[in-house]
């Protein structure tokens, strides 16, 4: 499995510089921040993404720039063209949950020898405002993909992160 500069390698030069332009701009509240170096449990994570995806970038952006805080935290990458070799994955296990996951980004938590989905395309706040307003879906997508709902996503991925702390 990957680490987050070979994820980079996943698309092209000018997918890996959008992806590192997006990642380099994201600024965590002190408080998120404070949080998360405060976590004193192992985590694991594996994240299926693509630097090509519109989704991907802003939730990863999110997700490694909150992980880099807290060397307990602990994420693999994995392509999802990938996702039908083996040897990326710990466990058949594994590699089935993100098989069956499909879309992404997809963010697993890997806890006890299970592999448990806890973010699918578009994270929980997003798919609410879209089902609440699903006439708005194109503008809601357009907008969480130019960054409009940073602090939300960061709040939502705080709370996966810290959900078993």
């Not at 592999?115 to 395309?121: A, D, G, K, N, S």
């Not at 809601?140 to 130019?146: N, P, V």
């Not at 709902?149 to 810290?162: D, M, N, P, S």
Request: aromatic share 10%; proline share 4%.
């Amino acid at each position: 499995m990957a680490h987050f500069y070979e994820y980079l390698e996943f698309s092209s030069d000018e997918d890996r510089e959008n992806q590192l332009e997006v990642y380099v701009d994201v600024k965590l509240e002190a408080e998120t921040e404070e949080k998360l170096k405060a976590l004193g449990v192992q985590g694991d994570w594996l994240v299926m993404a693509e630097p090509y995806c519109p989704d991907c970038v802003e939730i990863v952006a999110y997700f490694q720039r909150m992980t880099k805080l807290n060397p307990n935290i602990k994420v693999k990458y994995v392509s999802r063209k990938d996702n039908k070799e083996r040897k990326h994955f710990d466990s058949d296990e594994q590699q089935q949950a993100v098989i069956s996951a499909q879309k992404i980004p997809s963010i697993f938590d890997i806890r006890n020898d299970k592999t448990e989905l806890v973010l699918c395309e578009f994270p929980q706040f997003l798919k609410q405002k879209i089902e609440a307003e699903p006439e708005k879906f194109d503008e809601l997508k357009a907008d969480f993909r130019m960054g409009k709902f940073g602090k939300q996503v960061e709040a939502e991925l705080l709370a996966i992160l810290t959900k078993n702390a």
